[in-house]
């Protein structure tokens, strides 16, 4: 990835990477092979590279949305060995519990990050996402969550101890 989608990760992420909740994301496992914090840094990843890939095709995109609505998707999933019951039940309940996550940290949404937050588990869950970012949101966390299988994750050197080293590494080296 490069480093300007970084930066952008950064402009865009920053309150939300250094909040509190978010830091607990690191964690809680997700998909067998990574944690909840670096998935969502990678949905935020590869969200900014499909903003940059639609804007050099004039499909204008709001990066700062898309890229809280991926930082912020799967908050729900905190805890969630406690909370749902099985798998089915994270799938549909989840995405409800990041939204209420996200107001209850950073208080009101813009509409379009919460129907991307809340539609991202489309197919699976019946109503897909009303807006373009809700597209973007289901893709990037699907690209997310196949790399994380195979071992490539765009977010696989970053954790909460690290994040701000490996940026700042990157861009001045």
Not at 22 to 40: E, I, L
Not at 94 to 103: R, W
Not at 149 to 164: D, K
């Amino acid at each position: 990835m490069s480093k300007n989608l970084h930066g952008l990760l950064l402009l865009y992420g920053e309150d939300i990477l250094s909040s509190a909740d978010f830091q607990k994301a690191f964690a809680q496992t997700h998909h067998g092979c990574t944690n909840v914090g670096a998935h969502s840094i990678g949905v935020a990843l590869y969200a900014l590279a499909i903003c940059s890939l639609l804007e050099k095709i004039h499909v204008k995109t709001n990066m700062r949305n898309v890229t809280i609505a991926a930082l912020c998707h799967d908050l729900g999933i905190l805890g969630r060995y406690e909370k749902f019951k099985n798998n089915r039940i994270c799938c549909k309940q989840h995405p409800i519990d990041s939204v209420t996550v996200y107001k209850k940290v950073f208080g009101e949404m813009d509409a379009h990050i919460e129907d991307a937050i809340r539609h991202h588990m489309w197919p699976l869950t019946i109503m897909p996402p009303k807006y373009h970012e809700g597209y973007i949101i289901t893709v990037a966390d699907k690209l997310s969550a196949l790399s994380e299988v195979l071992g490539h994750s765009p977010a696989r050197f970053f954790n909460h101890f690290t994040f701000y080293e490996n940026y700042l590494s990157t861009t001045t080296g």
